[in-house]
Every structure is written in structure tokens, then in C-alpha cells.
């Protein structure tokens, strides 16, 4: 285990996945990452790549062949090396193997880079080209906030504020988890959307056009908030298991399919790419106020 620390908060990080374990707020207490639990749902902030959500058939099409690949990628199951590490910081590196590339094959380092600066920790995605082509890839993250925050509060007390007082309109996903081509718009107080047990029984609510690029989560009760900012990220999904007490903010570089025939990955929605010899990087922020 990775730790980072300072007078604000102390972070976790697991080798596996280099996926954040906990993000603790020392001058309150608060332990704001969900602690995992396997009856419920057992990860704490699972990195995705190459893909965001589901394939077709779970498959990748990559210059005609067909790869199998699993819903998220293979990366929250993939053993990091830590790289460098300190106080402040940690580099977590995946590089191509015999194993990736026979889900993805390219030839690639993928590194996650967390930085903690006071109350704000960030979290830096980057992917290096080794290959002697253009690398086309998706990325995300999909870090699950504990709620309530404290143990007298109600899961209803809070609320999810963004930056804009916008319209909401998310895109519907299938039972097998593919967008139909539907949207449903999303009902709102000004620039929150408040928290139910039932807000996500369809699912996660995927917002392709926001103009906000922060968004915190917040309580009637008092001013605790944890705010996560994505200006790279066009895309977001809010997610929680209905009943469970979390709610997962998840910026994301890319998305599941839609229903139909598979396409290839450089027709993917929203698919990035990182030309031979060149380097990728995108970066979000968590902090704790």
C-alpha cells in the first residue's frame, strides 16, 4: 500500500488497479471513500482503460481482428508497479505485456500519476505510445463517495451541486448496459440534483453535454464538501447500487457502445487517441473542503 499525507489528508493507494483505497480528511475525521464492501459493491475507485463501460459482444474490433475485452478494461484487475513515491506523490506504471495484448494490442506504458496538494489530491492519467502506430484507447475513473458523511445525517441530505445551474438530460443504457438512443431529462433544484435511494434504479445517469466541468458533493446540514473538477473530461456519469450508501462521480475520456453493430475503436464515441511516439495526459482533482 501506497500512502500520501500532509496536514489535510492522508490517501491510500493499492497496487492493484493503482486504485485509491481511501481518501481520509484528518481535521474532521472523515473517511470519504467507500470502504468496499463485497455484499455491496466491492471496489473503492476502480481506474478504467482502454475502455469506459461495455463492448459489444465484449469485444475491441482493432485492425479487423476481434479482442475480447471486459466491461471498464483490464486495468482495476492489473497489478501496478509503484515507480516513484513520496509524501506528495506517487507514479503507478502498467506497461504492455503478453496479457494486455491480448485484450489491446498495442504496445504502451499506462501510468497514474496522484499528486496530494494540501486539501486537493490530483490524479493525472497518462498514456505513452511505444507502439509504430497511433494507439486508440478510452479512460476514466469512477471513484464511489461514502454517504452520509457523518453518522446523524440521512443519505436525502445530500445533494450533487455543479458548477452551472444547467438543464440535465441523461443518456439511457439497456439492461446489458449499452446506450439505446434515448435521453430522459433529469429534474433538478437550480444547480443540485438531489440524492435518493432510487435516483439510479435505471442505472447510472450519463451526462454527454455539460457545461460544468466541477461538481461537489454536498449536505444540507453543514458545509463539508468533497468537490470533484474535470476540466478535460467531457463526459460524466453519476452512479450508486440502489440502496448503497455512496455515489460514484466518474469524468470519463469515452463510453460504452451503443446498441447496434460493433464498430471499430477508432469509430468509438468520444475514442482517443495518442499518435506513435507521443504522450497522452489528462488529469481530474478531488478536494476535500
Same mark, same amino acid.
Given at each position: 500500500?501506497? $500512502?500520501?499525507?500532509?496536514?489535510?489528508?492522508?490517501?491510500?493507494?493499492?497496487?492493484?488497479?493503482?486504485?485509491?483505497?481511501?481518501?481520509?480528511?484528518?481535521?474532521?475525521?472523515?473517511?470519504?471513500?467507500?470502504?468496499?464492501?463485497?455484499? /455491496?459493491?466491492?471496489?473503492?475507485?476502480?481506474?478504467l482503460?482502454? /475502455? /469506459?463501460?461495455?463492448?459489444?459482444?465484449?469485444?475491441?474490433?482493432i485492425?479487423?481482428?476481434?479482442?475480447? $475485452?471486459?466491461?471498464? +478494461?483490464?486495468?482495476?484487475?492489473?497489478?501496478?508497479?509503484?515507480?516513484?513515491s513520496?509524501?506528495?506523490?506517487?507514479?503507478?506504471?502498467?506497461?504492455?505485456?503478453?496479457?494486455?495484448?491480448?485484450?489491446?494490442?498495442?504496445?504502451?506504458?499506462?501510468?497514474?500519476?496522484?499528486?496530494?496538494?494540501?486539501?486537493?489530491?490530483?490524479?493525472?492519467?497518462?498514456?505513452?505510445?511505444?507502439?509504430?502506430?497511433?494507439?486508440?484507447?478510452?479512460?476514466?475513473?469512477?471513484?464511489?463517495?461514502?454517504v452520509?458523511?457523518?453518522?446523524?445525517?440521512?443519505y436525502?441530505?445530500?445533494?450533487?451541486?455543479?458548477?452551472?445551474?444547467?438543464?440535465?438530460?441523461?443518456?439511457?443504457?439497456?439492461?446489458?448496459?449499452?446506450?439505446? +438512443?434515448?435521453?430522459?431529462? $433529469?429534474?433538478?433544484?437550480?444547480?443540485?440534483?438531489?440524492?435518493?435511494?432510487?435516483?439510479?434504479?435505471?442505472?447510472?445517469?450519463?451526462?454527454?453535454?455539460?457545461?460544468?466541468?466541477?461538481?461537489?458533493?454536498?449536505?444540507?446540514?453543514?458545509?463539508?464538501?468533497?468537490? /470533484?473538477?474535470?476540466?478535460?473530461?467531457?463526459?460524466?456519469?453519476?452512479?450508486?447500487?440502489?440502496?448503497?450508501?455512496?455515489?460514484?462521480?466518474?469524468?470519463?475520456? +469515452?463510453?460504452?457502445?451503443?446498441?447496434?453493430?460493433?464498430?471499430?475503436i477508432?469509430?468509438?464515441?468520444?475514442?482517443?487517441?495518442?499518435?506513435? +511516439?507521443?504522450?497522452?495526459?489528462?488529469a481530474?482533482?478531488?478536494?476535500?473542503?
Amino acid at each position: 500500500m501506497t $500512502i500520501l499525507e500532509n496536514d489535510y489528508l492522508r490517501v491510500s493507494i493499492r497496487p492493484k488497479g493503482a486504485e485509491l483505497t481511501s481518501i481520509f480528511h484528518k481535521p474532521s475525521g472523515i473517511e470519504h471513500l467507500w470502504q468496499a464492501d463485497p455484499m /455491496v459493491w466491492g471496489w473503492h475507485a476502480p481506474n478504467l482503460f482502454p /475502455v /469506459v463501460g461495455g463492448c459489444l459482444n465484449n469485444q475491441l474490433l482493432i485492425d479487423g481482428k476481434a479482442y475480447p $475485452i471486459e466491461r471498464h +478494461g483490464f486495468t482495476r484487475q492489473s497489478k501496478f508497479e509503484t515507480t516513484e513515491s513520496t509524501t506528495a506523490h506517487a507514479i503507478f506504471s502498467l506497461p504492455s505485456s503478453v496479457v494486455t495484448r491480448v485484450h489491446f494490442p498495442y504496445e504502451f506504458e499506462f501510468q497514474i500519476i496522484y499528486e496530494l496538494d494540501g486539501p486537493r489530491l490530483t490524479i493525472t492519467y497518462r498514456v505513452v505510445n511505444q507502439d509504430k502506430k497511433t494507439i486508440f484507447f478510452s479512460v476514466g475513473a469512477h471513484p464511489a463517495f461514502a454517504v452520509p458523511f457523518f453518522v446523524n445525517e440521512n443519505y436525502e441530505d445530500y445533494f450533487i451541486e455543479f458548477e452551472e445551474a444547467e438543464p440535465l438530460e441523461t443518456h439511457m443504457l439497456s439492461a446489458a448496459g449499452y446506450f439505446t +438512443g434515448e435521453t430522459k431529462p $433529469i429534474s433538478t433544484e437550480g444547480s443540485r440534483l438531489p440524492l435518493t435511494r432510487h435516483l439510479f434504479d435505471d442505472d447510472a445517469l450519463v451526462f454527454k453535454k455539460l457545461a460544468s466541468r466541477r461538481v461537489s458533493l454536498r449536505s444540507d446540514k453543514h458545509d463539508h464538501a468533497v468537490t /470533484v473538477s474535470f476540466p478535460a473530461f467531457p463526459y460524466l456519469g453519476l452512479w450508486a447500487k440502489p440502496g448503497a450508501s455512496f455515489v460514484c462521480i466518474e469524468p470519463w475520456l +469515452g463510453c460504452a457502445d451503443s446498441e447496434g453493430q460493433p464498430r471499430p475503436i477508432q469509430e468509438k464515441e468520444a475514442i482517443q487517441q495518442v499518435a506513435e +511516439g507521443k504522450v497522452f495526459e489528462a488529469a481530474f482533482t478531488i478536494e476535500v473542503s
